[in-house]
């Protein structure tokens, strides 16, 4: 089992965090950050899926396939997507001027960015930074950093716990709607663990199924997602152990994301049962998490079952709606397919107050399971929205 | 070619209509309308996909499948939907008693409900009114069933216009944010055209497909869509000649639909040409059209491509992003997926300030195209949702 995940940052041995202001974003916010391995580290990412991939995903992915690297650059204010060869060329070259001011190759570097799309990233404001970001570099850097990479985020993202003898620290941004959004879910975990690169493979495939993939937050969708995990090196664990404790730090950061919905009031966990296997529980939790309506509804803390029966309706997925049974918390509200009534539904109403529930949605006698952790759609969301690029 | 199609009702021979208050609605609103074929009509329709199907619609399909009907009564406060077997009993109840009053056997009445989910339909209310619903019928009562039938809707929603010596005449009711939701979609056409019952079929299903399956109201959504056509005999015409008039009335209504989004707008229609095929082409445009983030941005009057470009890059068709051309209406705003510049951007922002605007997309040299019709989304859309029961 894993260790508690607390939401501080931890040192990590091996590694170095800096967070600073470049210029980037109009109002001088920090939107710099470096993560430096100085002795090196393992490495193995996971990318979006989208057809449409940024330049610091394209060059990201190419050094971090040979499972080793130096440090992480990460800017915000910039998606440098949609920018064509110069794109490639700007990433390349803020590396290059990071490299430099580290004493190392340039392809050592792995970069990654987020903000708005289809400006060109201004290469020459990370040149004249990096020598001032590297000096900025301290074992208790994460906070920085974890401040350096945010967007819409309305706090950083850190999680931190223990593998055995090794220490794991996660640090994200995103605060999406999310799914099926292209809101940027940047996530980077360093941990001082001996791992090979292909151990770490397997460690984050399988933490980012349970957890991040479960969060309306699919990585299909923004043009510069990237998760990271790197390894120093230092302490001996075993892969188990390394892996519930990725996955605990990336689990408590996606609820975070969710958390940080832009204009989100609350988190619901969708739980789907009862239909043939997983994959289709899947679908259906996954398409009640996304519903405009059933996200307005919650936001007007509406036990409103209909929708969200009708949106397991429509997910391509064949069940009895006879048998469907309805739960917010251990509230049910539908039962047979039909609403239990009124009063049980205000009791279930007064849960959708809270900060965090479950709606348990149960189709039939299957043993296929799933969950999503969603978040309200509120006004706000739209506000953050429509006014992004101005 | 079609005739115009009008926004203003008009006699069809064969048919009356009627639109009265029963109760159904708490407001006191029209929520009953009533329209009568005295001497029968082929009938033809088009239902909702949803696993999830409303009493209504069992009761509706079953009949009109016959191919023959007297009326469709229809019932606007109440979907009906998730109500087992009392709902299908409250369906067959409230035919039964406009029959009586029409004096035609229950089973020549198609039932359509609109409203809230999980409520049953309160047959005794229509069993009170049915009299006065019939005798309230007249040639010239269409406006008045169109305000029966409107839910969230801000206007009713007529169309008509003339194939050869027959008219046709369309209403409709929906104002969803639409797809991907439950906004119930209802449209009934009447002509007097002679047709037979798999005539009308043919050309219902075609002219759903380029219309109603275009404007993001899919049919596959919501609990309770119907489509039905009806045709009275009286005219002589060629099958061309009604399949060119139901489809330009059947455009106008789902425009109307569409311009008439919760809390929308304006109106965008979204192109999409040069991938392999339509069905591809379909899929892209679809999910533009879908998503949060296209439509706050349009909300904001921002010629926000990146958001277009990513959307399209998660729609799970292959193409070479760096043949994308994205423009407003003519100005092109993307050039070899590269933005051609802010000058170009501020120009396609004038366009969105229009009521109605098409956003092209291609992306490539193949042969698919496709459409979507699609609206902004605003915080009145989240304000109707998140207070929809209340």
Redesign the interface.
């Known amino acids: 089992m894993a260790e508690a995940v607390r939401d501080s940052p931890v040192p990590v041995p091996g590694f170095r965090f800096a967070g600073i202001a470049a210029g980037i974003k109009k109002n001088g916010n920090p939107d710099l950050a470096l993560l430096a391995a100085d002795g090196g580290a393992a490495i193995a990412g996971v990318y979006t899926?989208?057809?449409?991939?940024a330049a610091p995903v394209i060059v990201a992915k190419e050094r971090a396939r040979k499972g080793r690297a130096r440090a992480v650059l990460v800017n915000s204010g910039c998606?440098n997507?949609?920018?064509?060869a110069?794109g490639l060329e700007a990433a390349r070259r803020s590396c290059a001027a990071v490299a430099e001011a580290l004493g190392c190759d340039a392809k050592e570097i792995v970069p990654a960015s987020t903000g708005?799309?289809?400006a060109l990233l201004p290469a020459e404001k990370i040149e004249a930074a990096a020598a001032s970001l590297a000096a900025a570099l301290s074992e208790g850097g994460a906070a920085d950093f974890a401040r350096a990479i945010m967007t819409t985020d309305q706090w950083p993202k850190v999680a931190s716990t223990e593998a055995g003898a090794a220490t794991v620290l996660g640090i994200a941004k995103g605060a999406g709607?999310i799914h099926?959004?292209?809101?940027t879910t940047l996530a980077f975990v360093a941990t001082d663990a001996a791992a090979t690169p292909s151990q770490l493979r397997k460690v984050l495939a399988s933490s980012v199924g349970a957890t991040f993939n479960c969060i309306s937050v699919d990585g299909?969708?923004?043009?510069n997602d990237t998760i990271l995990l790197l390894a120093s090196g230092r302490a001996k664990v075993t892969e188990k152990e390394l892996e519930a404790a990725v996955r605990g730090v990336l689990g408590a950061l996606g609820e975070s994301i969710v958390r940080d919905g832009e204009g989100a009031k609350h988190v619901a966990r969708i739980e789907v049962s009862g239909v043939a296997n997983d994959a289709q529980a899947r679908a259906i939790a996954r398409t009640i998490a996304t519903?405009?309506?059933v996200k307005?509804?919650l936001?007007?803390r509406?036990a409103?079952?209909?929708?969200i029966?009708?949106?397991?309706?429509?997910a391509g997925?064949?069940?009895d709606?006879?048998r469907?049974e309805i739960r917010i918390e251990d509230e049910v509200i539908?039962r047979?397919?039909?609403?239990v009534g009124r009063e049980a539904e205000e009791r279930a109403a007064q849960h959708l107050r809270g900060a965090r529930y479950t709606i348990g949605v149960s189709l039939g006698r299957g043993k296929g399971r799933a969950f999503y952790l969603t978040c309200d759609?509120?006004?706000d969301?739209?506000?953050v929205?429509?006014?992004?690029?101005?």
């Open positions: 899926k989208n057809r449409v991939i998606a997507a949609c920018t064509g110069p708005v799309i289809g709607m099926p959004d292209l809101a299909d969708t923004s043009t519903s405009p309506l307005t509804a936001h007007g509406d409103n079952w209909g929708r029966l009708a949106a397991a309706g429509r997925v064949a069940f709606p006879s469907a539908v047979g397919g039909t609403p759609l509120g006004p969301y739209v506000a929205n429509a006014n992004y690029r101005s």
